[in-house]
């Protein structure tokens, strides 16, 4: 008979990056008011934005490629990719056919391998039929092997009611998939966020699930030449106020900030929070705010039941509490599968006279 | 039967059939023209499995293993015959049947069983349990718990393999992909052509996923091969009750651009020697593969599988000619006589030494037992809320930040 095994004592991970992933350099981050200026003439689109965060990056790293529907030939469904196949060519810029699961899994193969990949969704509506790869094996990979592989990975696509497209091609999917750990999600507001972020979201070691949206893939806005990266977990105070807070993320803010001007002329004044990323959730600059003013609306385009807003909720009565002096409110999108006629479906979001009406019932003022 | 009683000589084929097999007095094939050693490490490896998987039902039955448990022993020969076949930093990727893939790779008996057990030694720090056999070190990307889910995973590999050796050699300052199971601390050497194996139960091919797998695969001239192991039952449903075209899976993979074969599995060296140039082929014109490689599971899908479904006669078909047996006896025959199944005999293994071969497994396999027992079980405190993250940072659970824990024992 052999000896008793003997038992190793295992050693603790030391390193800020688990070492599953190797080869990975964050970039450095800097406090919001030393990021480059948001004002300037360099007036660009919000899918030139998303564009020319990825063709940076995969001009600084070969292991990136893109793949999708209609990425390459077509130039993206969405022209978010325009150009790219005839500066990085077909072996990086990949056409894929319409199988979704098939090509989300392909990219999280390639990722465990090493690369680093960025997969396409036309809609994020469509990742439901993915729904096993992202959800799955992508934030569930470091786990399950022990720390032995990780996937670094980015799905994006457009998220949200995209016009009257009816209630399969209007998912917004923060809300289902926050739900799951191990992944991270990004939800941009304006083409100088979806820039920085999505390149944080490319060098981050993590899967991450950019949301964009087909309504703002349009918008225009200064975004400066030089390099910069916005961190993860990290709101941005969109406007300055002291009556009432109003936390939301992605599109919504932008109805947020049209709510404030308008609340403005009335004599009320509100922080407008951008989450960002609601996977890390930025709650304490929500807790700093609540502190001033005591009332908080979220404005969030999920349905509103166990939705992002109700995550908010739940953290700000945990975390400040005493200091609510009006019971926290929430605007979502209308109860109901995402409407096709022009006149139900402009009712269903989370629009400016919601947020305008929820704000002045929580100052008093309804 | 297990490889505990000592192999019965099979009936010896007439000369005529070895003639028709083309065995005798034409080239040599491929498993002929290996030396003694491998092919008696290839029963050893065979050998080992089955043990460790008696061992395996015996600790679930003493409830020292957890959850689903599914059992490897009838199918042995798939994985060391293909294994054989490709080199050892060849990515693999498999279904949730995965214990022989682990062994068969080179994990050790002791990080698998202690897995089971669900102790911090384990390949996957008792995260992962049974179904969920992870070694980097041996290229093994996973056994998977969803049917169908690694074909796509298989896919990417290949997919990655082919741009490492395709894109990256030619990209100046390429790192060396930290995934691949190198160090990735040492200077890039130029990719070579790989080629993935990836395995699934007959079961998935029904599964959307598998389809949508092949199609990316041939579309793309992905090397990946997938491998059916087809044991002719998912759970409890036969091939012919579950799948179309049953009696010629290989069609399924011709409308997909693929050319498949069928193999039978339970024949380790003919096994080899049709697998082998195949893999070859696949590796060097970079495309995929489909093999329906016909095998048998003489246990249950599960341990909880009573088996109505099947007769114990049929069971016993397949155990006549059992894999370990007849390897067993063409090492064993005189070397150069016919043997089994027109394989000619080595003369390279005694009694004896089968015999002592086995008693060192039954040790090999015991220790890892008592390892897995004596190995610690993760601390919720220290364990639980580690490797979710690569990148922990506050905010991405609102009730605990994430932490590293402790390194895995394989890294």
Redesign the interface.
């Given at each position: 008979?052999?000896t008793?095994?003997s038992?190793?004592t295992?050693?603790?991970?030391?390193?800020?990056?688990?070492?599953?992933?190797?080869?990975?350099s964050?970039p450095s981050f800097v406090d919001e008011h030393e990021l480059p200026s948001r004002e300037g003439s360099r007036v660009i689109q919000f899918r030139e934005a998303l564009r020319e965060a990825m063709s940076e990056e995969m001009r600084r790293d070969?292991?990136i490629?893109l793949m999708g529907e209609e990425v390459a030939q077509y130039n993206g469904a969405y022209k978010v990719s325009q150009g790219m196949l005839d500066e990085f060519g077909p072996?990086?810029i990949?056409d894929?056919?319409i199988?979704e699961?098939?090509?989300?899994?392909?990219?999280?193969?390639?990722?465990?391998?090493?690369?680093r990949p960025i997969i396409e969704f036309m809609s994020w509506s469509f990742s439901l039929v993915a729904a096993?790869?992202i959800l799955?094996?992508a934030p569930k990979?470091?786990?399950?092997?022990?720390?032995?592989?990780?996937c670094?990975i980015v799905f994006r696509g457009n998220n949200g009611a995209g016009g009257q497209l009816g209630s399969t091609h209007s998912w917004c999917v923060e809300a289902l998939y926050s739900n799951v750990?191990?992944l991270?999600i990004a939800i941009p507001s304006c083409p100088y966020d979806a820039k920085g972020l999505l390149k944080t979201a490319i060098r981050?070691?993590?899967p991450v699930f950019f949301l964009e949206s087909e309504r703002m893939l349009g918008d225009k806005a200064h975004v400066p030449e030089e390099e910069y990266y916005i961190p993860?977990?990290r709101a941005a105070l969109r406007r300055e106020g002291s009556d009432c807070t109003i936390v939301s993320f992605g599109r919504p803010v932008n109805f947020c900030l049209e709510a404030a001007a308008e609340l403005a002329n009335e004599g009320i004044s509100v922080d407008v929070l951008d989450m960002r990323t609601v996977?890390?959730?930025?709650?304490?600059a929500i807790v700093r705010s609540i502190q001033k003013t005591g009332r908080v609306v979220v404005v969030d385009q999920c349905w509103p039941f166990a939705s992002v807003a109700s995550?908010v909720i739940?953290?700000v009565v945990?975390k400040c509490f005493d200091y609510l002096d009006h019971q926290p409110l929430r605007v979502n999108t209308d109860d109901v599968p995402t409407p096709y006629a022009k006149t139900l479906e402009q009712e269903y979001l989370p629009h400016k006279r919601k947020i305008i009406e929820a704000v002045r019932s929580a100052v008093g003022k309804a | 039967m297990s490889a505990a009683t000592a192999p019965t000589m099979p009936k010896m084929p007439s000369s005529e059939t070895l003639k028709q097999a083309g065995r005798v007095g034409s080239s040599p094939t491929p498993s002929q023209l290996l030396p003694d050693a491998t092919l008696i490490r290839w029963l050893r490896d065979m050998m080992l499995i089955r043990e460790f998987e008696l061992r395996t039902m015996a600790a679930y039955q003493q409830a020292k293993i957890g959850g689903f448990c599914h059992i490897y022993i009838g199918q042995e020969a798939t994985v060391v015959g293909t294994f054989a076949a490709v080199n050892h930093d060849d990515p693999v990727v498999t279904a949730y049947r995965d214990h022989g893939h682990a062994l068969a790779r080179g994990m050790t008996p002791e990080a698998c069983m202690a897995e089971m057990y669900g102790k911090l030694h384990g390949c996957a720090k008792g995260k992962g349990g049974s179904m969920h056999m992870f070694d980097r070190p041996n290229h093994l990307y996973g056994g998977h718990g969803i049917v169908g889910a690694q074909t796509a995973l298989g896919a990417g590999l290949a997919f990655a393999a082919r741009y490492d050796w395709e894109v990256l050699n030619k990209a100046p300052g390429a790192p060396v992909l930290d995934g691949s199971g190198h160090p990735a601390d040492r200077p890039r050497t130029p990719a070579g052509k790989k080629v993935c194996l990836c395995y699934l139960g007959d079961g998935a091919l029904n599964q959307g996923c598998f389809h949508e797998s092949l199609n990316l695969a041939g579309l793309f001239g992905l090397p990946v091969i997938y491998v059916v192991e087809n044991n002719g039952y998912s759970m409890g449903t036969s091939i012919e009750r579950g799948t179309t075209m049953a009696h010629n899976l290989v069609l399924k993979a011709a409308g997909y651009g693929i050319e498949g074969i069928e193999i039978d599995g339970l024949d380790l060296l003919s096994l080899y020697d049709k697998f082998k140039p195949y893999a070859d082929r696949c590796r060097e014109n970079q495309r995929p593969g489909f093999v329906d490689l016909k095998t048998y599971r003489y246990q249950g899908h599960s341990m909880s599988d009573p088996q109505k479904y099947r007769t114990k006669e049929e069971v016993q078909k397949y155990q006549e000619r059992d894999s370990i047996d007849r390897l067993a006896a063409v090492l064993m025959s005189p070397k150069g006589e016919p043997a089994v199944g027109g394989h000619l005999g080595r003369g390279c293994l005694s009694e004896e030494q089968f015999k002592d071969m086995q008693r060192e497994i039954k040790e090999e396999v015991r220790l890892a037992v008592e390892f897995a027992e004596q190995s610690p079980s993760p601390e919720a405190a220290e364990e639980l809320y580690t490797d979710v993250y690569a990148n922990p940072q506050p905010g991405l659970s609102s009730i605990r930040d994430y932490h590293h824990g402790v390194r895995n024992s394989l890294l």
């Open positions: 008979m052999t008793a095994p038992i190793p295992l050693p603790i991970i030391d390193s800020p990056i688990h070492p599953a992933l190797t080869n990975v964050l070969p292991r490629f072996q990086r990949i894929s056919p199988s699961n098939g090509f989300a899994g392909l990219g999280i193969g390639a990722a465990m391998y090493g690369l096993d790869q799955n094996n990979m470091l786990y399950m092997s022990g720390g032995q592989w990780g670094p750990p191990g991270k981050d070691p993590d993860f977990g996977r890390p959730l930025d709650s304490a995550e739940t953290q945990e | -």
